[in-house]
């Protein structure tokens, strides 16, 4: 059964701070990994999505690492910013038939002190 | 361009009580799926849309969960006799085609309470 571990559960930092959100999962056989961002009373936002054959994505400030093998993402942010505060969600896609469920991290709590 | 969008957007109900939750993909949007999320867990698949044909429902938790499709858009998750364990935000999310490449586009969530 695929699980997916979000580490640290919450991470407070002082502004311009570059960060490491760490994410593993314990099936290696994925379709994707994605990074979402979640604000209160505002859903979910995609970040990033790395594809299994990929070892990372960029986006603005924000890059995301896979390494499938070892079960490993990471989601580095730089230069961090008050908005960036937010939930960070990891989540990966299954590899096998009909499936098209997402699992689930606990996620990353972060704030970013002015 | 709307995104999705989902109603009522906070839901107090009693023990007992059916509701209806809807969901309002992003228009063209062939691909539909609901997710819970309780206080303290990660989010929880419940089923997803290919079409009005719902391949996997297989996250739906109880007999007492229903969802349906009609028109290739909107969306209805009905909860029946509802428990105080039902008590979520349910999340409702669309994308493009049910290509797992596609990303998801999520809405800002029904907050249900079961008093």
């Known amino acids: 059964k695929q699980e997916v571990t979000q580490i640290p559960a919450a991470l407070s930092v002082p502004e311009g701070e570059n960060l490491v959100l760490n994410c593993s999962f314990t099936?290696?056989?994925?379709?994707?990994l994605q990074w979402f961002r979640q604000d209160p009373g505002k859903g979910l936002t995609s970040l990033l999505l790395i594809q299994s054959s990929q070892r990372e994505q960029t986006s603005g400030r924000l890059n995301a690492s896979l390494d499938k093998s070892s079960g490993r993402s990471t989601l580095y942010i730089a230069a961090s910013q008050p908005g960036d505060s937010a939930t960070y969600l990891c989540?990966?896609?299954?590899?096998?038939?009909?499936?098209?469920?997402?699992?689930w991290g606990l996620g990353t709590s972060l704030a970013v002190n002015p | 361009g709307a995104g999705v969008s989902q109603s009522p957007s906070n839901k107090v109900t009693e023990k007992g009580k059916d509701v209806e939750l809807r969901c309002d993909p992003i228009s063209g949007h062939t691909a539909l799926y609901w997710y819970r999320q309780s206080l303290g867990q990660g989010l929880e698949f419940l089923i997803y849309?290919?079409?009005?044909?719902?391949?996997?429902k297989s996250g739906l938790p109880s007999d007492r969960f229903s969802a349906e499709r009609t028109g290739g858009s909107v969306s209805t998750l009905t909860i029946q006799r509802t428990q105080q364990e039902d008590s979520a935000v349910y999340l409702c999310a669309s994308s493009l085609s049910p290509m797992r490449s596609e990303t998801q586009y999520f809405g800002p969530g029904t907050r249900l309470l079961v008093l």
């Open positions: 849309f290919q079409g009005n044909s719902a391949p996997d």
């Open positions: 099936d290696s056989a994925i379709y994707n």
């Open positions: 989540a990966v896609s299954l590899l096998a038939g009909n499936n098209r469920k997402l699992i």
